[in-house]
Nanobody, 123 residues
Framework: QVQLVESGGGLVQPGGSLRLSCAAS????????MGWYRQAPGKERELVAT???????NYADSVKGRFTISRDNAKNTVYLQMNSLKPEDTAVYSC?????????????????WGQGTQVTVSS
């Protein structure tokens, strides 16, 4: 089994910063792409940022210049540093990882989601 556990959400004032972490654990053979998504109340889930295992990064236009995604492959962890936060950044942030697992009986590759962490930007 594979688990993704997020941490670092909370309440912050506009202009403030937060750092989210997402650690993958379990019978992991390799991790391919990792990313962060968010869903605000009444809206569709949207991509925030992704990073490949080679370090190629993609950001949503709405967060470019304010958010930074990074990963520590030795720790199977992806981070999202969020600066200059705005009220419109308020959402549940979830991490996603494309993970390969291997047992003596099978090799499997699939996407996994964390449970989500609330980020609220308000004065």
């Amino acid at each position: 089994q594979v688990q993704l556990v997020e941490s670092g959400g909370g309440l912050v004032q506009p202009g403030g910063s937060l750092r989210l972490s997402c650690a993958a654990s379990g019978s992991i053979f390799s991790i391919n792409d990792m990313g962060w998504y968010r869903q605000a109340p009444g809206k569709e889930r949207e991509l925030v940022a992704t990073i490949t295992n080679g370090g190629t990064i993609n950001y949503a236009d709405s967060v470019k210049g304010r958010f930074t995604i990074s990963r520590d492959n030795a720790k199977n962890t992806v981070y999202l540093q969020m600066n200059s936060l705005k009220p419109e950044d308020t959402a549940v942030y979830s991490c996603n990882a494309d993970i390969s697992t291997k047992t003596p009986w099978e090799f499997r590759r699939m996407g996994y989601w964390g449970q989500g962490t609330q980020v609220t930007v308000s004065s």
